[in-house]
């Protein structure tokens, strides 16, 4: 029996095209704010950005998905929240293996392989390096709080605060090199024909495998991210022992 699928591949591969250009154009703009000494709109730009490249993540999850499963379900509930969109990125490094994978050099050249290694301990480093922002865990959820603070006048007990007083320049340049990773990241999974080859494979796919054979991918996949990632049954991120729901 052949699966049901949510959507079409057209659309969720229009939808990755979409999504990439955005960010691309974001992160541009960010970078311009940074010039022109805007810290606070420049973080805020730069979130914005970072949950453009979650989209592409929930988008991603629909390449398989038949209707009414937990992966349209995510998508549905998941593609306009801030906080769902930045808390996909910690399965980030995942999703660069899954993109890789569909470059002809990755199965024939070791420095491919390195290179996309070396680019997620990069996003260690990089992610590691707000810490002081937004604690040891280096949650990107708190971005979302720290975004409204870049956009936003705010009040600070008797007194307003603008966002050029409420965000530190160092900061705002971390969270933008940080976003500038994810979408170079992108920029190299994507380019050279990889985006055509990835929804080419999906399509051959779709075409052969049965709905036992998706369960059967669908099951290794999530014991494969379990064991990477610490994901629960029902799709939550563990952190610490404790489990956060990706919502």
């Known amino acids: 029996m052949k699966r049901n699928?949510?959507?079409?591949?057209?659309?969720?591969?229009a939808g990755f095209r979409a999504c990439w250009q955005n960010a691309s154009d974001l992160l541009l703009s960010a970078q311009l704010l940074l010039e022109s000494k805007l810290?606070?709109?420049?973080?805020?730009?730069?979130?914005?950005?970072?949950?453009?490249?979650?989209?592409?993540?929930?988008?991603?999850?629909?390449?398989?998905?038949?209707?009414s499963d937990y992966k349209d379900k995510k998508f549905r509930s998941g593609f306009s929240k801030h906080r769902s969109k930045l808390q996909f990125l910690d399965l980030f490094p995942f999703f660069v293996t899954s993109l890789g994978s569909a470059d002809p050099r990755y199965e024939r050249e070791v420095r491919y392989k390195r290179a996309l290694a070396l680019t997620v301990h990069n996003l260690k480093i990089e992610r590691a390096a707000l810490a002081q922002w937004i604690g040891e865990e280096c949650d990107l959820l708190k971005?979302?709080?720290?975004?409204?603070?870049?956009?936003?006048?705010?009040?600070?007990?008797?007194?307003?605060?603008?966002?050029?007083?409420?965000?530190?320049?160092?900061?705002?340049?971390?969270?933008?090199t940080l976003t500038w990773r994810f979408i170079t990241t992108i920029d190299f999974l994507l380019k050279s024909g990889n985006l055509e080859r990835y929804f080419?494979?999906?399509?051959?796919i779709r075409?052969?495998?049965?709905?036992?054979?998706?369960?059967?991918m669908e099951k290794i996949g999530s014991e494969i991210a379990d064991e990477l990632f610490g994901l629960s049954s029902d799709g939550g991120i563990r952190r610490g022992g404790s489990k956060t729901t990706l919502q």
């Open 5 to 13: 699928y949510h959507s079409d591949l057209d659309f969720v591969e």
């Open 39 to 67: 810290m606070g709109t420049a973080l805020s730009l730069s979130v914005l950005t970072m949950e453009e490249v979650g989209k592409i993540m929930l988008l991603d999850g629909l390449v398989f998905a038949k209707h």
């Open 143 to 176: 971005l979302d709080r720290w975004k409204q603070s870049g956009f936003y006048a705010e009040t600070g007990g008797d007194q307003f605060v603008t966002p050029r007083q409420a965000v530190p320049e160092e900061f705002a340049r971390a969270v933008n």
């Open 200 to 204: 080419d494979r999906a399509r051959r």
């Open 207 to 216: 075409g052969k495998a049965s709905e036992a054979d998706h369960l059967w």
